[in-house]
Nanobody, 117 residues
Framework: QVQLVESGGGFVQAGGSLRLSCAAS????????MGWYRQAPGNQRELVAT???????NYADSVKGRFAISRDNAKTTVYLQMNSLEPADTAVYYCKFRRLFRTGEYWGQGTQVTVSS
């Protein structure tokens, strides 16, 4: 089992920045993929950014150039630096952990990000 604890959400004005963190604990398999998804009211959950233990990243087109994903050296914590935030970025942000080459995925509880215009 993998437990995920997210932090860093909040309220910010348009153009501002926030940094999200997600710490994984428990029996952590490797290789793996950690990342962020978001869900706004009335919308489906969508990919924001992911990063594998090998360093491969993937970003949604809507956040490229504004958001940056990174992981700590131990590869147990993933960060999302969000700059130039827009009201359209308002959503609940969820951390996801997925094993690579085997089944098994876990979700965090979600953290609210609200961007005012």
């Amino acid at each position: 089992q993998v437990q995920l604890v997210e932090s860093g959400g909040g309220f910010v004005q348009a153009g501002g920045s926030l940094r999200l963190s997600c710490a994984a604990s428990g029996s952590i398999p490797s290789p793996n993929l950690m990342g962020w998804y978001r869900q706004a009211p009335g919308n489906q959950r969508e990919l924001v950014a992911t990063m594998s233990t090998m360093g491969t990243t993937n970003y949604a087109d809507s956040v490229k150039g504004r958001f940056a994903i990174s992981r700590d050296n131990a590869k147990t914590t993933v960060y999302l630096q969000m700059n130039s935030l827009e009201p359209a970025d308002t959503a609940v942000y969820y951390c996801k952990f997925r094993r690579l080459f085997r089944t098994g995925e876990y979700w965090g509880q979600g953290t609210q990000v609200t961007v005012s215009s």
